[in-house]
């Protein structure tokens, strides 16, 4: 089954507004991570937050983890049109080896001028 | 610091014929994980190796595919008589060690176009 699943899979708004997307997963995690992809590019590291903290923030991003609900969330706020990209929930589950990482499928956001 | 470096940026292959991709971790780390991903979809874990061994290869393929990361040199992904199927994005990323809660660190791709 799919560790790490973001909904919704695609958001549209306009620049200015916030922007959330959520992401679910499965397995007792070490931590989660989130990823921002443009088009034909690599994976860029946002952030990172543990298994015990509770949220996170870094500029215009606020993350939240629930472990209790196996559930994250990422908010982008005063969006602008350089968000447009694809953004990525990624587990390290406690079972694994490394830092070997579990992505979801991803959220297409895209912010309209 | 270069970050990691991936080559090809894009590959073109007929079918049946092999793709070799390569991967430099950033300076200073010795862990490389190999990822796929599809068109539309996430990124896959394929393997993890550190140097000279493979740690985690339980999401590669059984034939046709095989990773090394040896003492000198970057990391290949060899894929023999590649199929269409084989057409994706492999990304590289590595870590400064195999402790959890480490950021890793992706190149930007290689593109693979199976025709």
């Known amino acids: 089954s799919q560790q790490g699943e973001e909904d919704p899979q695609a958001l549209s708004i306009q620049e200015g507004e916030n922007a959330t997307m959520n992401c679910s997963y499965k397995t007792s995690i070490n931590n989660l991570q989130w990823y921002r992809q443009n088009s034909g590019r690599g994976l860029v590291h946002l952030i990172l937050i543990r298994s015990n903290e509770r949220e996170k923030h870094s500029g215009r991003l606020r993350v939240t983890l629930d472990t209790s609900k196996k559930s994250s969330s990422l908010l982008i706020t005063a969006s602008r049109a350089a968000d447009t990209a694809s953004y990525f929930c990624?587990?390290?589950?406690?079972?694994?080896?490394?830092?070997?990482?579990?992505f979801g499928e991803g959220t297409q956001l895209t912010v309209n001028p | 610091n270069a970050g990691v470096m991936q080559n090809p940026r894009h590959l073109v292959r007929r079918r049946g014929q092999e793709a070799r991709l390569r991967c430099s971790p950033m300076?200073?780390?010795?862990?490389v994980y190999w990822y796929r991903q599809l068109p539309e979809e996430g990124l896959k874990f394929m393997v993890y190796l550190q140097k000279e061994n493979i740690i985690d290869e339980s999401g590669m393929p059984k034939e046709r595919f095989s990773a090394e990361f040896p003492k000198e040199g970057p990391s290949i992904l060899r894929i023999q008589q590649v199929v269409r199927g084989d057409s994706a994005a492999y990304f590289c990323a590595s870590s400064p060690s195999g402790l959890t809660g480490n950021t890793i660190y992706f190149g930007e791709g290689s593109w693979l176009t199976v025709v």
């Open positions: 300076k200073g780390h010795s862990h």
């Open positions: 990624a587990t390290d589950a406690k079972e694994t080896s490394g830092s070997r990482l579990t």
